[in-house]
């Protein structure tokens, strides 16, 4: 799973939830580093902030969906009146999270959306972290 979020904050507490409910986490500063990496490598899903400084969310989204289209994108924001976040779910963004997010409710909708892209894996104990 990739995480894109320019708040250290948020990206180190995104960070501990994934990885305490066995998730693969790559965490990524902003919607350009979230771009390399999916430029090369696939992700099951991807958490992005939607205001970051160097590439809007909203962008990250139309190029996560001309990259990789089956791949799902959680919009994570803090400010759900910015006019480009209607262009990110336009765009095919999966979900919508408002910061701040309770624990369950951010695992419950990965595990839809992750459902709905076909690439939810049980997670067990064997499971690589």
Not at 9 to 31: C, H, I, K, N, P
Not at 97 to 117: M, N, S, Y
């Amino acid at each position: 799973m990739l995480v894109a979020d320019d708040d250290p904050d948020t990206r180190s507490l995104l960070f501990e939830l994934l990885d305490q409910a066995g998730y693969l986490v790559t965490l990524v500063a902003g919607g350009i580093d979230a771009m390399r990496q999916l430029s090369h490598r696939h992700f099951d899903l991807v958490l992005t902030d939607l205001q970051m400084g160097d590439l809007h969310g909203a962008l990250v989204v139309r190029n996560i969906r001309n990259l990789w289209p089956r791949t799902p994108v959680i919009i994570v924001t803090g400010h759900p009146e910015d006019l480009m976040l209607r262009a990110a779910l336009a765009a095919g963004a999966a979900d919508l999270i408002l910061k701040p997010f309770g624990r369950e409710d951010l695992l419950l909708r990965i595990r839809d959306a992750l459902q709905r892209a076909g690439s939810g894996i049980p997670m067990t104990e064997e499971s690589p972290r």
